[in-house]
């Protein structure tokens, strides 16, 4: 798989950066409707390491993007674009962070009872399924099983989802479960607020009121930790803003007004 892909017209001054691990091509609504208006760069991710990922995206931003560019990372993504900015200031001219995992996850409660307490029992039995074959430690292709835990994920993550097809371009369970896996290493050896203070670029961070990850852990931290932060709390919205009912439209008039400052 290639790790890239362009929407609109160059120049590529923005770059939107996918979740998961391991969901390549889940956001590319959102690079279609921006691309209405500028030229922006999908990177997608390949490599099973943390360190992989941020090389990769760095590389694939300063071969394709116009230097600085304006990168905009959902979820993992979101993670995965303030690693780089502080890896590479001088890559980023903004960072727009959408649903940001909290920083530091010691003392939160865990994403897995809000999900099922939004899903169906059916799905909740479904969920615990998939759930179990993803993680089980085998190496066998658990790519479609996946996707349709993401799913489920995705109906769990939201406040009033809009019906929409799945972009995703190939589930990666591997990916998600080694990156995850990393990232546990990871925390325990780096202060993730330490490290954010290398970043150099105005902030913005976008994150949905019914979003089952607390904004408070997101909001706080970076707030102390960064010389430019923004915070937009956006109303009756979860985790995937253009997905849903009453933000969608809220979420892309603030996404470009946050461009174009």
């Known amino acids: 798989m290639k790790n890239y892909r362009v929407w ?22 959102v690079a279609r409707e921006l691309s209405l208006s500028t030229g922006v760069l999908e990177p997608l991710q390949t490599k099973n390491s ?18 600085p560019v304006v990168v905009i990372g959902h979820s993992w993504g979101a993670t995965l674009s303030y690693l780089t900015a502080a890896r590479y200031p001088a890559l980023v001219k903004k960072l727009i962070l959408i649903g940001t995992p909290p920083l530091e996850t010691k003392n939160l409660p865990p994403l897995t009872p ?11 039995i479904e ?18 099983s996946m996707g349709q835990l993401f799913r489920l994920i995705t109906k769990g993550d939201s406040y009033d989802m809009i019906p929409s097809r799945d972009e995703v371009l190939e589930y990666q369970a591997n990916m998600n ?49 960064l010389k430019d932060f923004k915070f937009i709390l956006l109303e009756k919205c979860g985790h995937y803003p253009w997905m849903e009912k009453y933000a969608r439209d809220v979420f892309f008039k603030v996404l470009r007004e946050e461009i174009s400052l």
């Not at 809000?114 to 909740?124: G, H, I, T």
């Not at 969920?127 to 479609?144: H, M, P, Q, R, Y």
Request: charged share 30%; proline share 8%.
């Open 8 to 29: 609109g017209k160059p120049p590529y001054k923005v770059a939107v950066v996918h979740g998961g691990p391991g969901a390549p091509g889940s956001i590319a609504p």
């Open 50 to 67: 943390i360190k992989g990922q941020v090389e990769e995206l760095y590389n694939v931003l300063k071969e394709n993007a116009d230097i």
């Open 114 to 124: 809000v999900w099922l307490d939004r899903l169906s029992e059916a799905e909740r």
């Open 127 to 144: 969920f615990a399924s998939l759930e179990e074959i993803v993680w089980d430690g085998t190496t066998e292709d658990k790519n479609e």
């Open 177 to 225: 479960v080694f990156i995850f896996r990393d990232l546990e290493k990871f925390r325990k050896n780096v202060n993730m607020i330490d490290l954010i203070r290398n970043i150099d670029c105005p902030v913005t961070a976008i994150h949905g009121d019914s979003d089952p990850r607390p904004a408070a852990a997101v909001k706080e931290p970076l707030f102390g930790a």
